[in-house]
């Protein structure tokens, strides 16, 4: 059963070079997402807007239980000047919020992003229904259409390969695989939510080749030829041994999430002691993803 309502956490006048640091402690309280209200401007329906700078951001947290007073305390005292408010939301809210602002877009090479409600537009020629509701990844955040790109590079490796997709949200990527022809795609979520979000979606879209797991990565026992995970890179450190026992000999780890300056540590942290190196890297915006390839 679903959840009926959400908590929406709002976070003014937050300077922007703090934005980094505000997120990844609201993520640490648990928030299911953040979203930046952002001031930019379009010049057409591929989705690569130009973003107006500002001083100060307003931040909006997304939390399924009501974000903790120590949390908001610990806001208060570590970044001056800010303000903080806490609504309490119907789910049926931030659908129709989505919907007056989600426009169909192209993600990568074929491949478009149209939500159900909207009719696809003539140049889509690969068409992924994708309905948000409260799940990440719907292919505007920059870690997602670099792990996008990632995975579309290396499409002609995917035919009939296997792969999992940790941490799956809508389900964007797992279906960009199945499309490209991977012979299976599982996926793992932990948040509730966004499981159902995903199967949703895969349903939408109807391939018979992509299934979400309904238990998590420590119970997965088989091995893919390409493992995904589209996380934070705090979290990726955390699960590291679980995602490299899922990858076969020689097979493949894409990773996405790690901000710019903590890609070295990252990096460091991550690859030591391990038999992987890296076969490809992307950068959008403060975001990097790495394709790393196992040598043994």
Same mark, same amino acid.
């Given at each position: 059963? *679903?959840?009926? #309502? ?16 505000? !997120?990844?402690? +609201? ?11 952002? $001031?930019? %401007? ?11 700078? @500002? ?12 974000? #903790? ?15 903080? !408010? %806490?609504?309490? *939301? ?15 877009? @192209? ?12 009719? @696809? ?20 955040? @920059? !870690? ?12 002609? #490796? ?40 995903? %199967? $949703? ?20 026992? *088989? ?11 705090? %979290? ?10 899922? +990858? ?7 990773? !996405? ?21 890296? $076969? ?14 196992? $040598?043994?």
């Amino acid at each position: 059963m *679903k959840t009926k #309502s959400y908590f929406e956490l709002i976070i003014s006048h937050v300077p922007s070079n703090f934005e980094d640091d505000v !997120t990844t402690l +609201c993520l640490e309280y648990g928030a299911q997402g953040v979203s930046q209200k952002l $001031e930019w %401007v379009q010049q057409d329906a591929v989705y690569t807007p130009e973003i107006l700078e @500002a001083d100060f951001i307003d931040l909006s947290v997304y939390f399924e239980i009501a974000p #903790s007073s120590e949390l908001v305390k610990k806001i208060k005292a570590s970044f001056e000047g800010v303000q903080t !408010t %806490v609504l309490e *939301k119907p789910v049926e809210d931030w659908m129709e919020g989505w919907k007056k602002h989600f426009a169909p877009f @192209a993600l990568v090479g074929p491949f478009w992003v149209v939500p159900s409600w909207l009719e @696809a537009p003539p140049e889509a020629k690969v068409v992924l229904r994708i309905d948000p509701g409260m799940a990440f990844g719907t292919g505007t955040h @920059a !870690t997602t259409q670099i792990a996008s790109q990632l995975i579309y590079e290396m499409k002609d #490796s995917l035919i009939s390969s296997t792969a999992i997709d940790v941490g799956t949200g809508t389900g964007i990527l797992a279906l960009v695989l199945s499309h490209l022809g991977a012979e299976f795609v599982e996926c793992t979520e932990i948040d509730e939510m966004a499981r159902e979000t995903a %199967v $949703e979606n895969i349903e939408l879209n109807r391939p018979n080749t992509v299934k979400i797991l309904d238990y998590q990565i420590e119970e997965v026992e *088989k091995q893919y030829d390409l493992v995904v995970a589209n996380i934070i890179d705090g %979290v990726l450190i955390q699960i590291k041994k679980d995602l490299l026992r899922m +990858c076969k000999p020689h097979g493949k780890i894409l990773v !996405t999430g790690i901000l710019d300056e903590r890609r070295e540590t990252f990096l460091l942290q991550f690859l030591t002691g391990t038999d992987f190196t890296i $076969e490809k890297s992307l950068q959008k915006d403060e975001w990097w993803g790495f394709l790393l390839k196992r $040598e043994l």
